[in-house]
């Protein structure tokens, strides 16, 4: 069947500008993750989702960081007024939701880099 | 808070021969543990995971982990490489709270088999 799907997979961008990136999850996850993977480091956690409503976005590095799902379906990261400090690949990860012991399955990333 | 340290950036390894990859964590509270593998070109596939029981966790292609919980460790074992198993790998951990599975992942071991 078909994983969690990211768009697009690649984004450049200036410095100041904003940006948005897509994630479709696997049909029926309820729990949805964003993490934010830099060059050499290991993906850093962001934002969860479950449902439409973010239960948890500690992660969010500041205020120009932001995501939305509203249907609980698809979600949305947006990124005003970028800086080269964003640029990384951003891995979505979506789970069925239904226990604690869930897998997480990736996306394939959208690697934004800020010029 | 959680940590993950992964001592190895590099690993290289003659094909046919074993190898460890470590993986330490720090947690105040029970914790789910993980193994992520990144194939070159490809998103992070879950390799193993460890959530209760028996403490050696084995994947369908021939590494295991072992919890040893006095050491808070988690190490990737595999007798035989074989030039396939090129790839990344991320130790991650959770605190497993059901609604909240966020992971925490450590900064990768880079494993490079040498034929």
């Known amino acids: 069947g078909a994983g969690v799907s990211q768009t697009p997979s690649n984004k450049v961008t200036e410095k100041g500008k904003y940006v948005e990136l897509r994630c479709d999850p696997i049909s029926g996850h309820t729990a949805l993750y964003w993490y934010r993977q830099s060059l050499g480091q290991g993906p850093e956690f962001l934002i969860y989702?479950?449902?439409?409503?973010?239960?948890?976005d500690s992660g969010l590095p500041n205020d120009r960081f932001f995501a939305v799902r509203p249907e609980g379906s698809v979600s949305t990261l947006k990124i005003q007024r970028t800086e080269r400090g964003d640029s990384a690949v951003y891995l979505c990860?979506?789970?069925?939701?239904?226990?604690?012991?869930?897998?997480?399955?990736f996306g394939p990333g959208t690697r934004l880099t800020v010029l | 808070a959680q940590s993950v340290t992964q001592l190895d950036s590099q690993v290289p390894v003659f094909e046919e021969a074993p190898v460890e990859l470590r993986c330490n964590y720090s947690?105040?509270?029970?914790?789910?543990l993980f193994w992520y593998v990144q194939y070159p070109n490809q998103g992070l596939q879950l390799l193993l995971k460890?959530?209760?029981?028996?403490?050696l966790v084995e994947s369908i292609n021939g590494f295991e982990a072992e919890f040893n919980k006095s050491q808070t460790s988690f190490h990737l074992r595999k007798p035989s490489v074989h030039i396939s198993d090129t790839a990344e790998y991320f130790c991650a951990v959770s605190e497993g709270n059901f609604g909240n599975e966020k992971l925490t992942f450590g900064t990768g071991t880079r494993l490079t088999i040498i034929p």
């Open positions: 460890y959530l209760s029981g028996s403490t």
């Open positions: 990860a979506s789970s069925s939701g239904l226990a604690g012991t869930d897998t997480q399955y």
């Open positions: 947690s105040s509270v029970s914790v789910y």
């Open positions: 989702f479950q449902g439409t409503g973010a239960a948890d």
